[in-house]
């Protein structure tokens, strides 16, 4: 993913809700499953890193997003944003302009 694709991942993800929360049981199976259901539902998930979990979000975005097999797009604060194409029908896909690849 090079600059310009994420710039703009980054300007979707500011008006984009919290979906998943992670607290102090850090990564479990089911927290991992909720991110992989919203980024197929949604492509951009943004993630809420607890004060009570184990690790910062800058800490943990390189192993969620290997876990979910998506691309890290942004960790500041107690956020994570992380995106993945979608091959569900019937979402509204993100469409990131072909001249940035």
């Known amino acids: 993913m090079n600059s310009k694709m994420r ?3 980054i ?3 500011m008006t984009t809700p919290t979906t998943v929360q992670i607290g102090k049981n850090g990564l479990t ?3 991992i499953d909720q991110i992989n259901e ?3 539902d949604h ?3 943004k993630i809420s890193v607890l004060r009570s979990a184990d690790q910062s979000a800058k800490g943990m975005i390189a192993e969620v997003a290997e876990k979910t097999s998506s ?3 942004q960790a500041i604060g107690n956020k994570i944003v992380l ?3 979608s091959h569900k029908e019937g979402i509204k896909h993100i469409l990131l302009d072909e001249n940035f690849n």
């Open 29 to 31: 199976e089911t927290v």
């Open 11 to 13: 300007s979707v993800a």
């Open 83 to 85: 995106y993945r194409v």
């Open 7 to 9: 710039s703009k991942l």
């Open 38 to 40: 919203s980024l197929e």
């Open 71 to 73: 691309e890290p797009v």
């Open 43 to 45: 492509e951009l998930v």
